[in-house]
């Protein structure tokens, strides 16, 4: 793996297509066009009550995109933090493997978000655990 992917630098925001008329808003998003990888997975997070955050992806690639409402995103890499606001349909938040996700704060009632993922779900390619991450950044940098 390119220890580069998980350097927060990386993330980035995302502008997706967005078609108006007097019919209102369209935006499309097609797998490996308007995003960087082909979609293995989606999901949407609502009502959160605690924190989603908590973990690396070791290998997937994400984009979170807020439908509605507004979400904060703290993210992580063995260096720097940085918060992320969530509040536009039309922008989705590029996340690449190995990035930790510090913590993801719902910011309005009723928000809705989803997020598009590269790989399928699987628990054994997490970390959970701020140290165990570290320990993982520092053995793939060698």
């Known amino acids: 793996m390119d220890i580069s992917l998980g350097l927060l630098k990386n993330t980035c925001w995302i502008d997706l297509p967005s078609f108006e008329d ?41 984009v979170a995109i807020a439908l509605s409402g507004a979400f904060k995103f ?31 704060v719902q910011d309005m009632p009723g928000s809705v978000c989803i997020v598009l993922a ?4 699987d628990d054994e390619k997490y970390i959970r655990d701020y140290s165990d991450y570290l320990e993982a950044v520092a053995a793939l940098q060698g």
């Open 22 to 62: 007097s019919r209102g808003i369209l935006t499309p998003i097609e797998s490996g066009i308007d995003v960087p990888f082909d979609i293995k997975r989606i999901f949407f997070m609502y009502e959160i009550s605690d924190n989603r955050g908590g973990h690396a992806h070791r290998e997937t690639e994400q």
């Open 74 to 104: 703290q993210l992580s890499d063995a260096d720097n933090t940085q918060t992320y606001c969530l509040d536009n349909p039309a922008k989705g938040l590029y996340l690449p493997p190995m990035v930790f996700l510090d913590e993801i």
């Open 118 to 121: 590269s790989t399928h779900y």
